[in-house]
T-cell receptor, first 114, second 113 residues
Framework: RKEVEQDPGPFNVPEGATVAFNCTYS??????FFWYRQDCRKEPKLLMS???SGNEDGRFTAQLNRASQYISLLIRDSKLSDSATYLC???????????????FGQGTILTVHP | EAGVAQSPRYKIIEKRQSVAFWCNPI?????LYWYQQILGQGPKLLIQ????????DSQLPKDRFSAERLKGVDSTLKIQPAKLEDSAVYLC???????????FGPGTRLLVL
């Protein structure tokens, strides 16, 4: 079983649509959770951190369920510029230290069309 | 603030040849990471440095891959000899001690023929 699993998609949605991505992780000791965005042929960039209480940043809402080991990302009112790959990322201690080791899912491809 | 710098941006080699990649992290970032991203997959951690010491190299194929960060700043990743399955983007990232966010460089795109 992969440490972090995502639905690879692709998701193809019209502008203005709401789209949701799901992710599960296997390491119950994982400490921090993120969504990264990666544009075509570019490096990953942090989109937002994910907290148990849920958090929102404009049109983006992230949720974490530690009991189910499940993470989600909701994008409302999709824009053409939201087209990208969305990576679910889990952080855990590396070698017993306090330094975060990131484990990435395979990514979910989103295409928003006019 | 300057970002993470990597070179070269692209490299094409034949199998069994050697190749080296260079990374300069953001100034002041003590932690440096090398990732391998194969097409269609998420980045996979190869090695993590804290200053000039290795924190985690459990996923580094040590029979052919090596990395160093001698002075705790720049880092090089080497593959010797390369195999076809090494074709990927090699990403370098850095992080400020005590902060969670990793910043990625633009990557080196390697094609092994």
């Amino acid at each position: 079983r992969k440490e972090v699993e995502q639905d690879p998609g692709p998701f193809n949605v019209p502008e203005g649509a709401t789209v949701a991505f799901n992710c599960t992780y296997s390491n119950s000791a994982s400490q921090s959770f993120f969504w990264y965005r990666q544009d075509c042929r570019k490096e990953p960039k942090l989109l937002m951190s994910v907290y148990s209480s849920g958090n929102e940043d404009g049109r983006f809402t992230a949720q974490l369920n530690r009991a189910s080991q499940y993470i989600s990302l909701l994008i409302r009112d999709s824009k053409l510029s939201d087209s990208a790959t969305y990576l679910c990322v889990v952080s855990s201690n590396a070698g017993g230290t306090s330094y975060g080791k990131l484990t990435f899912g395979q990514g979910t491809i989103l295409t928003v069309h006019p | 603030e300057a970002g993470v710098a990597q070179s070269p941006r692209y490299k094409i080699i034949e199998k069994r040849q050697s190749v080296a990649f260079w990374c300069n992290p953001i100034s002041g970032h003590a932690t440096l990471y090398w990732y391998q991203q194969i097409l269609g997959q998420g980045p996979k951690l190869l090695i993590q440095f804290q200053n000039n010491g290795v924190v985690d190299d459990s996923q580094l194929p040590k029979d052919r891959f090596s990395a160093e960060r001698l002075k705790g700043v720049d880092s090089t990743l080497k593959i010797q000899p390369a195999k076809l399955e090494d074709s990927a983007v090699y990403l370098c990232a850095s992080r400020h001690q005590g902060r969670e966010t990793q910043y990625f460089g633009p990557g080196t795109r390697l094609l092994v023929l």
